[in-house]
Structures are given as C-alpha cells and as structure tokens.
C-alpha cells in the first residue's frame, strides 16, 4: 500500500545517490504544486514526518576546501553566510545589509561553487554583464582563497583528469584536457564543483550508516524512509519525537570535523510539506 522509490549508487558522477521510478529528489519545494505534492507524503496514525538537512552544505566545504579566511570566521563565527557575503562585496555593516542585497550575496555564493561566469550571473539577477563582473571581482577581492582555491582545482584537473573529495574519493574528468570548448569549460565547471557536491555526498551516506546503526543499537522504532540529496526524512512514531529532534541533528552534524561546524536543522509534521 505504499509507493517505493528505487535508489541508485552509481548513476550521479558525483557519487549522490539518484532516485527513480518515481524520482522523489526533483518534487519541487518552491512552487505551490510541488509542495502539494509533498503533502501527499503522510505518516500512519500514531506517527510524525521528520525531516532533516545539512544547512549551506556546499558552502561550509567550500570554505573548509578553500580555507579562506573571512568565509571561515563567518561560519565559526554563526554568521548569516549570505548577508557576510553581502557586507563584503557591497562594503557596508552586516546590520546595514537590505534584503535585495542578501538575495544578491546568496545567487553569487551558490553561482560561484557552480562555476558561474558572469554572463550566467548577469542573467540571474537581472543585471548588466559588467556589473556582475564587478561583483566577482569584489567577491574574489574578499574571499581571495576561494579563487585561488578554483584556480589550483583546475590545474589540478587538467593535470590529473580526476578531483578527488575531502574523503579521498576520485571523481573523473576526462574531456577537461580535450573535447570542443564549450564541452572543456564545462568539465572545468565541473573540476569546481565536483568536491563539494562528491563531499556532500559523502557526508550524507556517512550519516545514513551512523544513523541506521544508533537506530539499530537502540532498538528505535523510527523509520529512515528517504535521503533527498542534503536532506534525510524519517517515519517518527510520537513517543521518539523528542529523541529524534535532539539526537539526529547531532549525529548528523558530528559525522566528519571539519574546518567549520557542520550543522543539521530538522522539521517534524503530520506530512513531507509540513516537516519541511
């Protein structure tokens, strides 16, 4: 009486597990369909939805890969990332950044771990070409071991055809040496972004395994029912709600040390859509 997703280990280059048949890891979140949708994934009676995610996954190992110092302190340090971002590049106090500004600050963060140039950036924010240059530039200004860090990756590639993880697991790029020059830049693209995405895959099957194994050791009742990239949902029966709101996130965060905190945030609701 219920739908059952298949898992594949070994389709996404990057190592992330993908899901078929039906694909449960494109259900939009931000549109009203998709969320509708996601109210059609119910516990049983006597039982909650817990959903639990790595928070700015791809940036904490970005800075922990890069070991800039400004994004460093700013997760140390608790900061909102984005809004840090934006006190830099716009060169005003953290307490003076606008909201449009922090929306600015978040589309360059994420653009950038995906190698985005700035033709790509000016088409996202709706500007001009050169001001979007403008921005990187600053970026790169502020956060000059992020560039050297993008830099080094794609020499490394170029010399090595593979990147590797904060795990040590290679990740392939054969056509970053050869191939036309659409197809070489987006192998370069990918020299980037494949150890952050290749990590954060890593740590979510790490915390899959040290998960399983403390629900097992303690005899839970608690169900893992799905893994959503950064994201692990679980069938909570009511009386291990507290226990999993406390100790999930913990055993979730505490998978791997490295240079800034990691850090799981969960939701509990009746279905997908609430708990998110």
Do not use: C
């Amino acid at each position: 009486g219920r739908v059952h997703t298949h898992y594949a280990q070994a389709v996404a280059v990057t190592g992330r597990l993908s899901s078929n048949d039906p694909n449960l890891q494109n259900i939009p979140v931000r549109t009203p369909e998709g969320r509708r949708v996601r109210e059609a994934f119910v516990a049983p009676a006597g039982s909650v939805i817990a959903s639990a995610d790595y928070s700015q996954i791809e940036l904490r190992i970005m800075a922990h890969l890069s070991g800039d110092e400004a994004l460093l302190s700013a997760f140390t340090d608790g900061l909102d990332v984005h809004r840090a971002t934006a006190a830099e590049v716009f060169g005003v106090a953290l307490d003076q950044v606008s909201s449009e500004q922090r929306r600015y600050a978040k589309v360059i963060n994420f653009g950038l771990i995906y190698g985005m140039s700035s033709f790509g950036l000016a088409r996202n924010l709706g500007i001009e070409t050169k001001a979007a240059a403008a921005y990187i530039d600053k970026y790169f200004q502020r956060y000059p071991g992020v560039k050297n860090y993008m830099e080094q990756t794609v020499v490394f590639a170029r010399k090595n055809q593979f990147v590797e993880t904060v795990f040590g697991r290679r990740l392939y790029l054969p056509e970053i040496n050869g191939g036309n020059g659409p197809r070489k830049k987006a192998a370069e693209r990918q020299a980037i972004n494949a150890p952050m995405q290749g990590t954060a895959a890593d740590l979510i099957k790490l915390s899959m395994v040290k998960v399983q194994d403390v629900l097992d050791a303690e005899k839970r009742a608690t169900k893992m029912i799905m893994q959503v990239h950064d994201e692990l949902v679980f069938e909570v029966p009511e009386a291990e709600v507290d226990w999993v709101r406390h100790e999930i996130p913990r055993l979730m965060a505490g998978v791997a040390d490295l240079k800034v905190p990691l850090l799981a945030e969960i939701g509990i609701g009746p279905n997908w859509e609430k708990a998110h």
